[in-house]
């Protein structure tokens, strides 16, 4: 498991690199900016979770985060992809 959660880490950069090519070409949307970002960090904390054993303090912890990635992680992302890329057309 921890393998895959390093393996995750060392794509990030990889991963928001897709971000600028998706904005390139014209095929990023507010709403798919904000559903791969939540989808990729709710994921990374699931991963994270799996590395404590159940019903430990640290993988309540990243379970919680895991659903706080998703309820107010998506309004956020929608916000930062107004900030990063609609300003910049401006």
Known sequence: MMTLFILEIVVLPLY???FRI???YGQLTEN???LL???YL???TITASNLFT???AGRIICD???ILCWFPGYWMARRIYRRIFL???Q
Request: charged residues 15%; hydrophobic residues 50%.
């Open 64 to 66: 919680l985060l895991a």
């Open 32 to 34: 798919r900016f904000g």
């Open 22 to 24: 998706l904005h390139k």
């Open 42 to 44: 709710s994921v990374m």
């Open 87 to 89: 300003r910049s057309k």
């Open 54 to 56: 159940p019903m430990s």
């Open 16 to 18: 928001l690199l897709s």
């Open 37 to 39: 970002i939540v989808s």
